[in-house]
């Protein structure tokens, strides 16, 4: 039940109603037969409508007490009622009584629950003052905590109250003022719902230290559609301490509970995404590592072997050679000098070359390098960025980026010239990397391990890879890196 601070002991100060089950309350008839017609409840408001006492009708059979007075239009929907599962509202004229009747039915255990009012009721009934007094107290005070589906919770009886059509708005059931059994209840609660609620509910209840039980559920509409639910109640006790009644409200949260799952379904996607997409970076990093690998050992063997190889056979040759010792030494120096540039520029291929020199340092000596040993032109420019704004990580990202693409140019666009253009733009830098190569398809562009690789460490500070290129047009690489991005720095070591 919700706050508003009710102690048991407010409720009963508060509430002149405690005192007497509603169905004693209501202007509504009500009373109860078993399947052998036999009256076991008669309400004092049935006793009004119908002018039967409870004391004269209670364990009897209804229909000998009213053997040819009752509408035969009522026996059918009783008889009815019995069989089928789901309540019954209808609406009949008795002549013995002159008016007409609004009937509610409901056949639930082996026991039908009848709810009806007149609408033209008799002269002589009455409503004590002190009923109305107290009737207007009960939904004063349930409305206090919700303006929903009202009802009260009769334990000794097993019957639940539904107050004032908000199950009928809510649920489409077409019961208003009127009992139903606890088991309609139970058997309406979603089956992975049922066990949870009616156990903590039995807890609550036994242990008899708790005035309040809250909870939410799935319950079932009269479509057969579930309703998520929020029950809030307040548990009455008898003198001896022991719940005899509850009273609460119902209110539909559905609305809200949809949306909460689909921001839970939305967050799992998101996580599962991350998760492929972490997958995809370890992967393109590990592949890229491999083909490094590849290459550095292509290198070592088909070149840097082959050269000393020959500077061994020139030593080789001096040892024997007095004549042409000299020559043989000097060739086999100037071999063993081009094992030592290759080896030199095997490293800086493999290191992070003067990045604590700063990122615009870093790119113009691996530009000097480069165009040391290939013929291209590459022009480097810069415009509106501080490398005072860049921490650290996205300075090599960047780098790594620009290194990853010139070594995709130099190895397959055949291009003379390339241009690294590096801007900022508001909380965003820019890196454009273009050249006049071969340029080729963007399907298969997309498909190999250096723009994978790209991809991966652009993603990882929550940047976009953009792509133009045609085949024999050129190509364009575009990587948009937003300065506020946090990198996830999964291989901050690479």
């Known amino acids: 039940m919700a706050a508003h601070s009710l102690s048991p002991t407010n409720v009963i100060k508060n509430a002149g109603y405690l005192g007497k089950p509603i169905t004693e309350i209501i202007t509504n008839g009500f009373f109860t037969v078993d399947q052998n017609w036999t009256v076991k409840y008669w309400n004092k408001a049935a006793e009004i409508l119908l002018g039967v006492p409870a004391a004269d009708i209670i364990g009897k059979n209804l229909w000998k007490e009213f053997a040819g007075v009752i509408p035969v239009d009522f026996y059918a929907v009783y008889h009815k009622a019995f069989i089928e599962d789901i309540p019954a509202h209808f609406e009949e004229y008795w002549?013995?009584?002159?008016?007409?009747?609004d009937v509610i039915t409901y056949h639930c255990d082996n026991t039908l629950s009848v709810s009806f009012r007149s609408r033209n009721p008799p002269v002589n009934s009455t409503q004590p003052e002190q009923q109305y007094k107290t009737l207007a107290e009960l939904y004063r005070f349930v409305t206090e905590v919700t303006n929903d589906c009202l009802w009260e919770w009769d334990l000794q009886i097993r019957e639940i109250f539904w107050i004032d059509g908000g199950h009928k708005r809510v649920f489409g059931y077409p019961i208003v003022n009127a009992l139903i059994p606890q088991s309609f209840w139970e058997n309406h609660l979603h089956p992975d719902d049922k066990v949870r609620i009616i156990s903590r509910l039995n807890k609550i209840l036994s242990e008899g230290?708790?005035?309040?039980?809250?909870?939410?559920?799935?319950?079932?509409?009269?479509?057969?559609?579930?309703?998520?639910?929020?029950?809030r109640a307040h548990i009455i006790y008898d003198s001896d301490k022991v719940a005899s009644r509850i009273i609460g409200a119902t209110q539909d949260i559905t609305v809200r509970k949809s949306a909460e799952i689909q921001l839970l379904e939305s967050e799992k996607k998101l996580v599962h995404e991350r998760l492929t997409r972490q997958k995809e970076v370890t992967h393109a990093v590990l592949a890229a590592?491999?083909?490094?690998?590849?290459?550095?050992?292509?290198?070592?063997?088909?070149?840097?072997?082959?050269?000393?190889?020959?500077?061994?056979l020139y030593i080789e040759m001096a040892k024997t050679d007095d004549e042409n010792r000299e020559m043989c030494l000097e060739k086999s120096s100037g071999f063993i000098v081009q094992v030592i540039e290759e080896i030199r520029r095997i490293s800086k291929a493999l290191s992070t070359p003067g990045m604590v020199m700063g990122l615009f340092d870093s790119i113009k000596i691996l530009l000097d390098d480069l165009i040391m040993v290939h013929a291209i032109q590459i022009e480097f420019q810069d415009a509106g960025i501080n490398e005072d704004d860049l921490d650290e990580r996205l300075q090599l990202t960047i780098f790594r980026i620009v290194q990853e693409q010139l070594n995709n140019i130099l190895k397959h666009a055949k291009a003379t010239r390339a241009i690294i253009n590096l801007t900022r733009q508001g909380n965003e830098i820019i890196l454009l990397i273009s050249d006049n190569g071969d340029g080729s398809k963007i399907l298969e562009v997309e498909k190999g391990v250096g723009i994978i690789n790209i991809k991966s460490r652009a993603e990882l500070y929550h940047g976009s890879v953009t792509i133009a290129s045609k085949a024999g047009e050129g190509y364009e690489l575009k990587v948009v890196l937003p300065l506020n991005g946090v990198s996830e720095n999964l291989f901050s070591n690479l």
């Open 209 to 231: 230290a708790d005035s309040v039980w809250e909870d939410e559920y799935r319950f079932q509409k009269a479509d057969g559609s579930y309703a998520y639910v929020h029950d």
């Open 289 to 312: 590592q491999e083909n490094e690998r590849s290459e550095i050992g292509k290198e070592l063997h088909d070149n840097l072997n082959q050269i000393l190889g020959a500077a061994k």
């Open 95 to 101: 002549g013995g009584m002159g008016t007409w009747f």
